[in-house]
Nanobody, 114 residues
Framework: QVQLVESGGGLVQPGGSLRLSCAASGFIFSNYVMSWYRQGPGKERELVATMSGTGGGTNYADSGRFTISRDNAKNTVYLQMNSLKPEDTAVYFC?????????WGRGTQVTVSS
């Protein structure tokens, strides 16, 4: 059974940092492109960052503040978020994709507010 479980969200002040984690199971993690998406209030889901199975091919929607990484030995992908802004408030989702397989986690809430 495929599972993607996000954790690490919460309430943080503007300028603060958070590290999100996504633990994967039920598939060969290293074969999949892993991505983070987010969906803010009243907004469509958007890509935040993506990383290939080997750790290369990294792509960011907003480079400089967010860093995606993965540990294939732990079947986990991370999103380090720095200098957070109120507009980063959203539910953050983990995604695994390979050919026609496309898996989603349930998301973790990130709220940036003073």
């Amino acid at each position: 059974q495929v599972q993607l479980v996000e954790s690490g969200g919460g309430l943080v002040q503007p300028g603060g940092s958070l590290r999100l984690s996504c633990a994967a199971s039920g598939f060969i993690f290293s074969n999949y492109v892993m991505s983070w998406y987010r969906q803010g209030p009243g907004k469509e889901r958007e890509l935040v960052a993506t990383m290939s199975g080997t750790g290369g091919g990294t792509n960011y929607a907003d480079s400089g503040r967010f860093t995606i990484s993965r540990d294939n030995a732990k079947n986990t992908v991370y999103l380090q978020m720095n200098s957070l802004k109120p507009e980063d408030t959203a539910v953050y989702f983990c995604n695994a994709k390979r050919y026609l397989n496309n898996f989603w986690g349930r998301g973790t809430q990130v709220t940036v507010s003073s």
